[in-house]
């Protein structure tokens, strides 16, 4: 099984409204809890389409991948199968946890097919361009523990008996992330993922700019007093 978490904590917008359910209205972001195929799309469903069904279909899958690019972080929760359009969606996701025993790749060459909702760009951005175009032209399946170690995931942990290893250390990983200032984890998601598009004196400027909406935030205060006072921060997301 392949699950996208949400972070439970309240995530401020800047400049936006989104509420956990879709809803307009309220003032808090949350990450919307994601569940997908194991192993992508249907095949048998999809060869009873027309070509221009499948073009549709394709379209709309990518509008989904895109979709999941919330301004909170996500994790994508791999326990099981995750192939073709299964693996798209996990690398959709900010982070990636998946059980030793998980299996995953961008299979589509070997039914004919090629990736379709963003398996073509995001995986080179996160493996490599040589190593990717290997992995998609020989539609290889991977282990977790052979994802892990070409960096596809980030953490891999052993199955449990009840096949939900990935997810609790995925949860744990969440943890992790929650007691951190929103705004500065937010802008800083948005920091790396722009300036991954950009050369590195573009990267920089945008990085700058980043910065410069976290300063005038009471987080950054709080963070600044919570050290000299030797205490804990109590972020608000403000």
Request: include cysteine.
């Amino acid at each position: 099984m392949l699950r996208a978490l949400p972070l439970l904590r309240p995530w401020r917008p800047l400049g936006a409204r989104c509420t956990s359910d879709g809803a307009a209205g309220g003032h808090e972001i949350q990450v919307r809890a994601l569940a997908g195929p194991d192993q992508g799309a249907d095949l048998k469903e999809r060869e009873q389409m027309s070509a221009a069904e499948v073009g549709v279909f394709s379209q709309r899958l990518r509008g989904l991948m895109n979709d999941i690019a919330f301004p909170a972080p996500t994790i994508a929760a791999m326990d099981g199968f995750a192939l073709g359009g299964g693996l798209e969606l996990a690398l959709a996701c900010d982070l990636r946890v998946a059980a030793s025993s998980a299996i995953m790749g961008l299979i589509e060459t070997t039914r004919g097919l090629l990736p379709g909702a963003g398996g073509t760009q995001r995986l080179p951005r996160c493996l490599g361009v040589a190593l990717a175009k290997e992995l998609i032209f020989t539609g290889r399946r991977l282990s977790g523990v052979q994802a892990h170690a070409l960096g596809l995931v980030n953490h891999t942990v052993d199955q449990n008996e009840e096949g939900d290893a990935a997810y609790h250390r995925a949860l744990a990983l969440a943890q992790e992330i929650l007691p951190q200032a929103p705004i500065a984890v937010r802008l800083g998601k948005v920091a790396i993922d722009r300036g991954m598009e950009v050369d590195i004196a573009s990267g920089m400027a945008i990085e700058g700019m980043c910065y410069a909406q976290n300063i005038p935030t009471q987080d950054r205060l709080e963070g600044m007093a919570a050290f000299r006072e030797k205490r804990p921060p109590k972020f608000v997301g403000k």
